[in-house]
């Protein structure tokens, strides 16, 4: 019988966890809706291997004390899209605080978890930049299905291509529009999706260190490492250390 697409993966990672020293159980999360989360989690047979604790072979080891660019590096896969937005809003002259919500207002799709982006992106980041900064991230996500002429930025073609032509927000959305629109840092929010490149040249290579000094003065990095400061986002940063461990 011929394997499916799905099993034929899962039979490769089988194989891949077989060579590891450690047993990995996935979270939840990871496989919902290729599997049905009300039925229990298949487990890898226990053999007597000890189960995952700590840091997955598999990934790219971060240093003790990670700073943002080591997320960037390790776990961020090519920030092109951010980093060409960040270039972009150098370019335009808008300033710092905006700049610096280009580079990371899509850190949650680029390397922790895609739905509601915006919000999760927001919270990593609240502990360690200026309010106003997280504040434009975690709203971009509704701005951007709003159109507004003022600022020459209209609904994203690629979101018709995307999510069809008929695509209706939901009402969420729709009320954290109203909300930020009627916001003082709403301008902030709004020039973040103005320089949110949909269309970005694949073969433009932007590099992290073009923007050094913006992370420097806007970023509060912690000189424990992200992750290990005991901020209210630390678990978070953790969490995309280490996604595999078992507890
Ligand atoms: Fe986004
Ligand atoms: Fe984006």
Same mark, same amino acid.
């Given at each position: ?137 975690? &709203? ?26 008929? &695509? ?10 109203? &909300? ?68």
């Amino acid at each position: 019988m011929a394997l499916t697409a799905l099993q034929r993966a899962e039979a490769a990672e089988h194989a891949m966890s077989q060579e590891l020293d450690r047993i990995v159980v996935k979270s939840v999360l990871f496989t919902s809706g290729e599997r049905d989360p009300r039925q229990p989690m298949p487990r890898p047979a226990d053999d007597g291997r000890p189960y995952m604790m700590g840091p997955d072979p598999r990934l790219a080891r971060m240093p003790d004390r990670p700073t943002l660019f080591d997320f960037f590096k390790y776990r961020f896969g090519p920030a092109n899209h951010m980093l060409q937005s960040a270039r972009l809003a150098v370019k335009n002259g808008v300033g710092e605080k905006v700049v610096l919500a280009c580079l990371l207002h899509d850190i949650a799709i680029a390397g922790f978890i895609r739905s509601d982006h915006g919000y999760w992106a927001a919270q990593l980041l609240e502990p360690y930049v200026d309010e106003e900064v997280s504040w434009a991230i975690r &709203y971009h996500q509704a701005l951007r299905f709003f159109p507004d002429e003022s600022v020459g930025y209209g609904y994203p073609e690629l979101y018709v291509k995307l999510f069809g032509p008929n &695509y209706q927000t939901e009402p969420y959305i729709q009320d954290a529009y109203r &909300y930020a629109r009627a916001h003082k840092w709403y301008m902030t929010a709004r020039l973040l999706t103005v320089n949110d490149l949909y269309s970005f040249d694949p073969n433009t290579k932007v590099e992290l260190e073009e923007f050094t000094d913006i992370v420097g003065r806007n970023f509060k990095q912690p000189k424990e490492g992200l992750g290990f400061d005991g901020s209210p986002s630390a678990h978070m940063w953790r969490t995309m250390i280490a996604p595999t461990k078992y507890l």
